[in-house]
């Protein structure tokens, strides 16, 4: 129990001793919990999941699911991004919104660095193939 009880005076909160409080004198020490308990006696028991812990869980489960050609296992994520999917191909302007969202966080990254590699015969040089094909 904390020895200070709040007082407001005008505006201010001022610290002022609890007349029936313990003094600190015949106590070692003035602590929140008796010595060897601490924290939650009653918290999450031992081997509970965490809410991350689920979720994982779930997201990695595995559905079959009868399509045109067969039976594919998919798991919930894939599900449900390939409905996001149909929910953009038929319009929905919030449903884009987190399909670009998504797209934009773990799509591919392209940075402004020229990628690959061009392939053309010898006779021709790289600016030439480049004014032939894009001029």
């Not at 918290?43 to 779930?58: A, D, V």
């Not at 559905?63 to 449900?80: A, D």
Request: charged residues 25%; glycine residues 8%.
């Amino acid at each position: 129990m904390s020895q200070y009880k709040k007082i407001e005076h005008s505006c201010r909160i001022q610290a002022a001793p609890v007349a029936n409080a313990k003094t600190q004198e015949g106590d070692k020490k003035n602590h929140h919990f008796r010595t060897g308990n601490s924290g939650n006696q009653k918290g999450r028991p031992k081997g509970s999941k965490n809410r991350k812990t689920i979720i994982r869980e779930i997201a990695a489960e595995k559905h079959r699911i009868n399509t045109g050609n067969g039976v594919k296992s998919l798991t919930t994520v894939e599900l449900i991004l390939l409905e996001l999917r149909n929910h953009v191909a038929s319009g929905s302007s919030t449903a884009l919104r987190c399909y670009e969202s998504l797209q934009n966080k773990y799509g591919e990254r392209v940075s402004g660095k020229q990628l690959g590699v061009l392939v053309a015969p010898a006779e021709i040089s790289q600016e030439d193939w480049i004014k032939r094909e894009y001029l």
